[in-house]
């Protein structure tokens, strides 16, 4: 009798101790950075550490941090870039207070810059959903980075007076000095000439403390084109030069709404460019290949859209089933995103510039 109650003392005992060390083990689970559970071995109980093999497997699988977002919270745009990867498929844009949920799991998950763009993003409410999203990252979440790319065309300055504070990095994409060009690209909106639309916002930049960026998309227009001068007295904090790029069922393809397959460039042509402006210090070039793996970008669902097989395939909307379920299918490689230069001074704080 008294081996039997010795028996179910000793049972009871290691119970106890099991729930114990799982509840622990939980605990230790929601805790750590790394999710990885608390080894509490019980008497006579040895747990043998996985394979090496298997330890460098799980580390491949880890979420990337999705430290720099691009959301493109509409597809649609004034202008008809011919090239134009992000086209008005759809015309949804998510409520207000939702993009801003996301944009908070975002933040939580790790996210240091937020970059606002399109479509055009000051289509929608003439500015004013850009701006409260822009207001919003850097007063509540207190982002580090704070952008937005535009074509500018819908830019008014009484935007900056109310929103220029909170915004660290206008980008205005501009393909060509010339209006021409711009035109035979799609780049251009009745009379308004584009380049001195961009002239304009360079100073107001100037004036309300925002950081100014240049992007181009150098193409079979433009490629011959020389525009150290133009660049060069513009003085933007970066140039981003971008290769055409096709992307299938976007400006490539039977069901694509563009066809861009005329403004391709060899990397050949790619390279000549560049060489020809080696000499403009805030030059940023990126291939074909940097851009394609290099960036995490959120469609207007905000749906991580992987682009490496030469199409943007959507994974579930991060409001669905969270950021890190979500961006494991997003094809987003870190180590281009630091070899390309991803990461940079991107706080206007931190940039000492002379406005």
């Known amino acids: 009798m008294h081996l039997y109650m010795l028996g179910r003392l000793l049972s009871i005992g290691w119970a106890v101790l099991a729930a114990l060390r799982g509840r622990l083990g939980a605990l230790c689970w929601s805790l750590t950075p790394l999710s990885l559970s608390l080894s509490l071995p019980l008497p006579g109980w040895r ?39 992000h086209t008005a498929k759809t015309s949804f844009v998510l409520p207000l207070e939702e993009a801003k949920r996301g944009l908070a799991m975002l933040k939580e998950a790790g996210m240091e810059k937020i970059n606002f763009s399109g479509g055009e993003p000051f289509l929608q ?14 007063q509540e979440l ?53 380049v001195e639309n961009l002239h304009k916002l360079r100073q107001w930049c100037r004036e309300y403390a925002v950081a100014f960026k240049i992007n181009s998309v ?47 460039i060899s990397d050949e042509d790619f390279e000549r460019f560049l060489d020809r402006h080696k000499d403009v210090s805030c030059l940023v070039p990126e291939s074909n290949q940097k851009m394609r793996d ?4 959120l469609d207007e669902y905000m749906r991580f859209l992987n682009c490496r097989n030469g199409r943007k395939e959507p994974s579930k909307s991060i409001l669905d089933v969270g950021v890190e379920a979500a961006i494991k299918f997003s094809g987003f490689d870190e180590k281009m995103f630091l070899t390309r230069g991803g990461k940079y001074v991107w706080s206007k704080a931190d940039m000492k510039l002379d406005w």
């Not at 747990?47 to 959301?71: G, I, L």
């Not at 409410?125 to 850097?138: A, H, I, N, T, Y």
């Not at 501009?174 to 251009?188: A, P, Q, Y």
């Not at 290099?294 to 970008?297: A, P, Q, R, V, W």
Request: aromatic residues 12%; negative net charge; hydrophobic residues 30%.
């Open 218 to 264: 150098i193409n079979r227009f433009n490629v011959e084109e020389d525009m150290n001068e133009q660049i060069k007295a513009l003085n933007p904090v970066r140039w981003k030069v971008f290769q055409c790029l096709l992307i299938e069922g976007e400006n490539s393809g039977e069901d694509a709404l563009r066809e861009a397959e005329k403004f391709v």
């Open 125 to 138: 409410d003439r500015g004013e959903f850009v701006g409260k999203l822009v207001q919003f990252c850097k």
């Open 294 to 297: 290099s960036y995490l970008i």
């Open 142 to 194: 207190e982002l580090p980075s704070v952008s937005i790319v535009s074509n500018g065309s819908l830019i008014r300055e009484r935007w900056f007076k109310k929103y220029g504070e909170y915004l660290d990095i206008l980008a205005i994409s501009c393909d060509s000095f010339d209006e021409d060009v711009n035109t035979l690209i799609g780049r251009g909106q009745g009379k308004k000439n584009h």
């Open 47 to 85: 747990r043998d550490s996985p394979p090496r093999r298997e330890r460098e497997q799980e580390w491949d699988d880890a979420s990337p941090t999705p430290t720099s977002v691009n959301y493109h919270f509409t597809r649609q745009c004034n202008y008809k870039c011919g090239f134009c990867f």
